[in-house]
Structures are given as C-alpha cells and as structure tokens.
C-alpha cells in the first residue's frame, strides 16, 4: 500500500526470484522462476514488467490461459521448445532451496504442469523465464509468506529514476530499489556508444560527399574559365565572383541534404509502422527494427551537412575569384 501511494506508480504486486532447474521427459534447463499473484494489477504475465525498457512489447499467450497458472506453470516459448514440452505436459522443478539430511543436502524437487507458453519477442525472457503462482513459489522456497521483492508499474518510463527515489524515501532502511535504466546500464552505455560512432561515421560520408562538391566546383571553375574572365573583364568584382561559386555549391549541398533527410524520415516512419525489417530473437533484443525520430539529432545532422558542404566550396569559390582575366582570356 505504501508503494502503491507513491505519485507516479500505477501498480505494485509481490513476486518471488529464483534459479532454478527445470527437467522434462526429452531435457533439462535452466530457468528462473518468479512466483506472482495473476491477479494482482502488477502481474507481469499481464503486463511484462520490462514494459519500462520496450514500450511496445507485451507478453501475449499464444497457448494455454494465463488463469491457469495457480496450479501449474507458465513458460517462455524457447524455454518450453528447449525441453520440449507444450501445454499440458509435465515437467519437474528442482530448487537449491532443499533440506539437509544424513546423506548431504538434498533439493526440492516438484511436478508441475505446463498450463500455458508466452512470447514477449525478448529472446533472453523467452528462454530462460517461467512463472507460477506466488503461495506454491513461497512454499518451494521455503520463505512461508516473505517475498522477493516488489515488482512496481510507472505511469512514466522516464521517471522511474525519481519514483525509485520517492519509494526509497517512503519506506527507509533497509529497502532499496533498482530501476529499469539501473538493471540494463551496460545495454544502455552499449547504445551510447554505438549512437556516437554512428555520427563519426555518417560524418566521415558527409565529408566524401563534400569533397565531391569542392571537385565539382573545380571541374566547373577549369571549364568557365573564358566566361569568367568575361565577366571580370565587365566589370565583376572578386567579391561576386566568390559569392557565385559559394551560392552554387550551398545549393548543391542543400539540395542532397533535404532530399536525404526527406528520404530518411519517410523511410523511418514506414518503418515505424510497417516494421518491415525483422530482426532475430535469439541474436538481438527486437524482433523488429525499433524507431524513433530525434528531431534536435535531425537538426544537428542537417547543420553538420550544410556547414560541411558550405566549408568545401571556400577553396573553388577563392581559386576562381583570383583568376586574371587577361591570362584565362590569352590561354582560354
């Protein structure tokens, strides 16, 4: 109820955590296993409590009933393939949470039946996560009516940060609390890291194409050279000769960066909805390619491109402006 009355959290619901083995007729696994109440606002098996990292992904039971987890177990899809079992077969959960007796300690060891198989698109869940119902967790844990933790919902996925700190405040020592961006840091460092290095390298290609246009511009100055002398010989000022040359390459350099970034929006936001590029599971985090258009990154590219291309005309622009008309008009 405490948890629950701080701002910000839109459910909370008790769960038990453990590692634990899981053996069929035809294999064994390992698996983790976290015992929740189906009917607690907080369950992730009607949420996924990872909702706070993958917005768009949601557990969806595509066999069985997620009401039929009090008296068996709910696996992941690639833990059930991997030990081959589907709903309504049996399957033994071993707990180091065990009893000692002469011969040394000894596990718990209980059947359980397969009442339903999820798929959240998250291979890591999928094939190492199982549920069941929170008493029979507690029971084969051996903790009587003591609970892992406190799974907990936000209304806001970016301030989780700040409502970990408000439920820290609330109950004091000896609690404590990990949110998303805590549990995935290196994921997320990871990402950082990738999102720089993709700058480095969309830099280094707008600088190819610069120097395309500063050898454009060059090309051009070589094959004007008669009609810019003609134009200095009437009069055309350094100065506007320069500026010339300058306006033709921003043009150039303008017109391949809006159609680029036309181009890469529109493909973004088919992408976004159509999600025509899929991903494997069992290699990356996303089923499909997640997108989401950062206008200030848009900006900052867009900037980049056109000082870049801007920069690139200087030295044609200053070559032709310096060009003696009597000399290109004798050797033109």
Known sequence: RQVSAVPGVQSAAPFVYSQVMLRSASGIAGAVVRGIDPRADGSPIKGYDREALIQKIRPQMISG?????A??????????????????????????????????????????????????????????????????????????D???????????????DAISDAIVAELGFPFWTMDWMQMNRNFFSALKLEKKAMFVILT????????????????????KTQDIAILKAMGATDRSIWKIFVFKGTVIGLIGTVTGVALGILGCVLLKYYKFIELPGDVYYFTSLPVQLEFADVFVIVLAAMVICFVATLYPAYKASRLNPVEALRYG
């Open 71 to 144: 008296p068996g177990i709910v696996l992941g899809k690639e833990l059930a393939q991997s030990i081959g079992v589907a709903v309504g077969d049996s399957i033994y959960l071993i707990s180091p949470k065990g009893m000692v007796s002469p011969i040394g300690h000894l596990p718990t060891m209980k059947r359980f039946e397969v009442t339903g198989v999820f798929e959240s698109g998250f291979y890591e869940y999928d094939a190492s996560l199982a549920f069941i119902h929170l008493e029979t967790a507690q029971r084969l844990m051996k903790i009587e």
């Open 204 to 223: 280094l290609i707008i600088i190819v194409a610069a120097f395309n246009i500063a050898s454009t511009l060059i090309m051009m100055v070589m094959g």
């Open 65 to 69: 009933s997620e009401e039929a987890l």
């Open 146 to 160: 003591s609970v892992s933790g406190i799974g907990v919902r936000v209304g806001d996925i970016y301030q989780a």
